[in-house]
């Protein structure tokens, strides 16, 4: 879990119903910038050799393939600019997953993505980590086209939801990194998480 004033500060105006739909986006891409910083600490580069204006020295830059990031819609879709703002150069690939209110299982409706992720470092946009389902749904769709390296951020987590994913990966030849930005309480009989925000696709992008 990142553990920073800022981050605390801005999710919780981000958590008031009072917030509109323009700060909350703008607040949600801030947020998304602030957890990359975290999520790419084991981000692959190699060393690079450079001429500044006063001497030669060694660099390093990003190493090829580049990582792939994948927001999961709709709601990931609002932290796609404030992760590619730290990371300009990676792919994106789009992963649309929908989970059933009433059962809670989470399928795939639509994706986009390279069909080969070997050797890729993938980075999976989801703000609310509220079952686990979408996120095992998501994680196991990319292990299956050859990721082994994936890295979750979400702004808000559920220990349920956390639980889940630990269970699904523990032992797991392809160990997966959880990067949020609290923890919550608990999950409500609906599946929200409690104290939460609400429905983060609702709240960026108005109920449709
Ligand atoms: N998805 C949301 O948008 N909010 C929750 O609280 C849980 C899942």
């Known amino acids: 879990m990142a553990n920073h004033p800022l981050i605390t500060h801005k999710l919780t105006v981000l958590r008031d119903k009072e917030t509109n739909s323009q700060v909350f986006r703008h607040l949600v891409e801030e947020l998304v910038t602030l957890l990359a910083y975290e999520a790419t600490r084991e981000v692959k580069i190699h060393p690079v050799e450079i001429v500044t204006p006063v ?17 999961i819609l ?11 703002r730290v990371i300009p150069s990676a792919d ?4 649309g997953m929908v989970r059933d209110e ?13 069909d080969d992720l070997t050797g890729r470092q993938c980075y999976v946009l989801d703000p609310m980590l509220a079952t686990g389902g979408t996120l095992v749904a998501a994680f196991n769709y990319l292990i299956d086209k050859g990721a082994k390296d994936i890295t979750a951020i979400c702004l808000l987590s559920a220990p349920e ?32 998480i409690v104290p939460g925000l609400g429905d983060a696709g609702d709240r960026l992008y108005g109920v449709v």
């Open 55 to 71: 001497a030669p020295t060694q660099g390093a830059m990003l190493s090829l393939p580049r990582p792939v990031v994948v927001p």
């Open 102 to 114: 009433k059962t809670l299982q989470a399928s795939t409706y639509a994706n986009r993505l390279p």
């Open 92 to 95: 994106v690939g789009f992963l």
């Open 161 to 192: 939801g956390v639980a889940t994913v630990e269970r699904a990966f523990k032992g797991s030849e392809f160990p997966v990194t959880l990067v949020t930005g609290a923890m919550d309480e608990k999950l409500n009989e609906h599946g929200y």
């Open 74 to 84: 709709r709601a990931g879709l609002g932290m796609l600019e404030g992760m590619m």
